[in-house]
Nanobody
């Protein structure tokens, strides 16, 4: 089993920044891609950004150029730097990981707890 512990949400004004982190533990040899999803009220969960163990990345078009995902393999941790935040970035953010046999598109079968992000205008 893989356990994911994410952190980094909060309340921020538009234009501000947040830094998320997600640490994996357990059977980490079972995972490849790690990433962050978000879900706003009344909307479907969407992939925000993901990164493979080899460093390939994928971003949602809405965050391209504002968010940066990175990974420290030695620490089994993925980071998401979110800059120039907008009110539409308000959502609950979830860390996730995909099995080793899967790439950036998943499916993501391991999930951490959510962390709320609220961006005020």
């Amino acid at each position: 089993q893989v356990q994911l512990v994410g952190s980094g949400g909060g309340l921020v004004q538009a234009g501000g920044s947040l830094r998320f982190s997600c640490r994996a533990s357990g059977s980490i040899f079972n995972i490849n891609a790690m990433g962050w999803f978000r879900q706003a009220p009344g909307k479907q969960r969407e992939l925000v950004a993901a990164i493979t163990s080899g460093g390939l990345t994928k971003y949602a078009e809405s965050v391209q150029g504002r968010f940066t995902i990175s990974r420290d393999l030695a620490k089994n941790t993925v980071y998401l730097q979110a800059n120039s935040l907008k009110p539409e970035d308000t959502a609950e953010y979830f860390c996730a990981a995909a099995p080793r046999t899967r790439g950036l598109s998943g499916p993501y079968t391991y999930w951490g707890q959510g962390t709320q992000v609220t961006v005020s205008s």
